[in-house]
């Protein structure tokens, strides 16, 4: 015990020492550590520097000089009808990989809907390639690693994430699976549980109803919007599944976006091998290119009666199919009237001016597919949709008759222009954006365009297109809540609950 003592004594008085000492580079060359305590500094002025403003409106800002990636330095071709893009970054060890294939996917008969929902997630969940579904599963849950794959009207996918080192395997393991599905019964009945419960659950809330109902009003019928209903599900087999998974990732044309930590010239040369032994037949007959969707053109007001305290509503009007001349000014009006959040006139209007909503807003579809919508949007009290309404084409007939400020136009532009790095805020989003970029058309230059189309918007123009857009007397406006109470809204169409499927 009296030697501890003593160390431990001794241990002290160094750490005292040491804590003394004043911080490397503070003593001058002949300077010592008596000579720098000894020192009385109390009739010293004190100088304290910094380069802060005196008021945080005198700070500055460096000038806004970022430059999108470009497409080109990413891209790569593989083969005749394969392409894509390779974005290296060996921060962390990890690998994201998505192939598209361009296939037109849409069943053809309303019995067939209810399976071909089911097409996509089972693909990976049925496995295949001689390997079971549980066993893929332990796998990849032993390595980390994931494969997801997914079936659309015009693009089927699949997805691999895992670490750098694992990707080779991943790659063979996932051919092998996609290439030969097994559709396992088992997983097929799990599968066919959830789609019914769904199904059943599809309108619990105020805002599923909402989007069926926005749906309903505004598009003519077509096999893309056609519902399925419980007792079709139940009825799927795996053989139906198998039918329609004919051909969904055959190599007719392949774009692939992969990102992460590999070396570009070694990924070229072993997806050469991957994409050259990539074997799926195509479905026998040529798909049909499925029809845009068009509109019912119907304005007007429609209510889903439902006994709720907070009114859902959507104002909806039909927009433009890109590339289109007028989206990048119609962006920028609606950045204006009610898509920069509380710099936003609904927002400042609606909410805190007048506290009759926590949300609302307007936003333009950007679709290169179908002619999109522009909508507008809030939730407020059934007691107050009349006098929301009204505060709502108030702000859009004054925004068209009178135009934005000059501050309301350069902050609208800035925060457009601002916010392009976002897109690109991973290896993996950058990757991504370029491949969908290049199925849909986008030309290289598109980003770097963006600047110039949005620098380029006048308050003429954003006048034009609030009035052209967002007209009233051209919108579908879809409300969900209790009839009673919307009799200043009269006259307008009740929608009943139990139509608002599309069959």
């Known amino acids: 015990m009296k030697t501890n003592y003593l160390i431990s004594a001794a241990f002290l008085a160094v750490l005292t020492a040491c804590s003394m000492m004043p911080r490397h580079g503070s003593m001058g060359r002949n300077s010592s550590a008596d000579d720098i305590y000894s020192r009385d500094y109390s009739d010293e002025p004190v100088v304290v520097k910094s380069d802060l403003p005196e008021h945080y409106s005198k700070i500055e800002f460096p000038e806004y000089k970022y430059v999108a990636p470009y497409p080109k330095d990413f891209r790569v071709e593989i083969a005749e009808g394969v392409t894509g893009y390779i974005v290296s970054d060996t921060t962390l060890p990890l690998v994201d990989f998505t192939v598209y294939f361009e296939e037109s996917n849409l069943p053809q008969a309303l019995k067939d809907v209810a399976a071909f929902e089911m097409v996509g997630s089972m693909i990976r969940r049925g496995s295949g390639g001689g390997i079971s579904a549980h066993a893929l599963e332990d796998s990849l849950e032993f390595v980390s690693a994931s494969i997801t794959t997914s079936v659309g009207t015009y693009l089927s996918a699949f997805d691999i994430n895992c670490l750098s080192k694992d990707f080779p395997s991943m790659l063979e393991l996932a051919k092998n699976v996609?290439?030969?599905?097994?559709?396992?019964?088992?997983?097929?009945?799990?599968?066919?549980?959830?789609?019914?419960?769904?199904?059943?659950?599809?309108?619990?809330?105020?805002?599923?109803?909402?989007?069926?109902?926005?749906?309903?009003?505004?598009?003519?019928?077509?096999?893309?919007?056609?519902?399925?209903?419980?007792?079709?599900?139940?009825?799927?087999?795996?053989?139906?599944?198998?039918?329609?998974?004919?051909?969904?990732?055959?190599?007719?044309?392949?774009?692939?976006?992969?990102?992460?930590?590999?070396?570009?010239?070694?990924?070229?040369?072993?997806?050469?091998?991957?994409?050259?032994?990539?074997?799926?037949?195509?479905?026998?007959?040529?798909?049909?290119?499925?029809?845009?969707?068009?509109?019912?053109?119907?304005?007007?007001?429609?209510?889903?009666?439902?006994?709720?305290?907070?009114?859902?509503?959507?104002?909806?009007?039909?927009?433009?199919?890109?590339?289109?001349?007028?989206?990048?000014?119609?962006?920028?009006?609606?950045?204006?009237?009610?898509?920069?959040?509380?710099?936003?006139?609904?927002?400042?209007?609606?909410?805190?001016?007048?506290?009759?909503?926590?949300?609302?807003?307007?936003?333009?579809?950007?679709?290169?597919?179908?002619?999109?919508?522009?909508?507008?949007?809030?939730?407020?009290?059934?007691?107050?949709?009349?006098?929301?309404?009204?505060?709502?084409?108030?702000?859009?007939?004054?925004?068209?008759?009178?135009?934005?400020?000059?501050?309301?136009?350069?902050?609208?532009?800035?925060?457009?222009?601002?916010?392009?790095?976002?897109?690109?805020?991973?290896?993996?989003?950058?990757?991504?954006?370029?491949?969908?970029?290049?199925?849909?058309?986008?030309?290289?230059?598109?980003?770097?365009?963006?600047?110039?189309?949005?620098?380029?918007?006048?308050?003429?123009?954003?006048?034009?297109?609030?009035?052209?857009?967002?007209?009233?007397?051209?919108m579908t406006i879809s409300i969900v809540g209790p009839v009673a109470m919307f009799d200043a809204l009269k006259p307008f169409t009740v929608i009943p609950l139990d139509s608002l499927e599309f069959r």
């Open 178 to 474: 996609l290439t030969a599905p097994a559709f396992d019964k088992d997983q097929l009945e799990i599968m066919k549980a959830n789609f019914v419960t769904a199904y059943e659950r599809r309108f619990e809330t105020p805002a599923k109803v909402l989007s069926a109902l926005k749906s309903k009003v505004n598009y003519v019928p077509n096999p893309r919007l056609w519902d399925a209903n419980a007792a079709e599900y139940k009825a799927v087999t795996a053989a139906d599944v198998k039918r329609l998974a004919k051909g969904v990732y055959s190599s007719k044309r392949i774009v692939f976006a992969l990102s992460g930590d590999i070396n570009k010239d070694s990924a070229v040369t072993m997806l050469k091998g991957f994409f050259d032994s990539w074997n799926v037949a195509s479905a026998k007959a040529e798909k049909p290119v499925p029809e845009p969707l068009s509109f019912a053109r119907k304005p007007g007001v429609y209510v889903v009666d439902k006994d709720i305290t907070q009114a859902n509503i959507t104002m909806n009007q039909p927009f433009v199919k890109r590339p289109h001349p007028d989206y990048y000014p119609t962006a920028v009006a609606s950045f204006i009237l009610g898509g920069g959040s509380f710099s936003s006139r609904l927002m400042n209007r609606v909410r805190s001016d007048e506290g009759l909503a926590y949300s609302v807003y307007s936003t333009v579809g950007n679709d290169y597919r179908d002619t999109a919508m522009t909508t507008i949007a809030l939730q407020t009290k059934v007691e107050t949709v009349d006098f929301a309404m009204k505060l709502v084409f108030e702000e859009v007939e004054k925004l068209a008759k009178d135009g934005p400020t000059a501050e309301e136009l350069e902050q609208a532009k800035k925060s457009l222009v601002e916010s392009l790095p976002s897109l690109f805020d991973s290896p993996s989003a950058t990757a991504s954006i370029f491949a969908r970029g290049e199925l849909v058309g986008k030309s290289d230059n598109h980003y770097l365009d963006y600047v110039t189309e949005i620098n380029a918007v006048t308050a003429e123009q954003v006048k034009a297109m609030i009035a052209k857009y967002f007209d009233k007397k051209k």
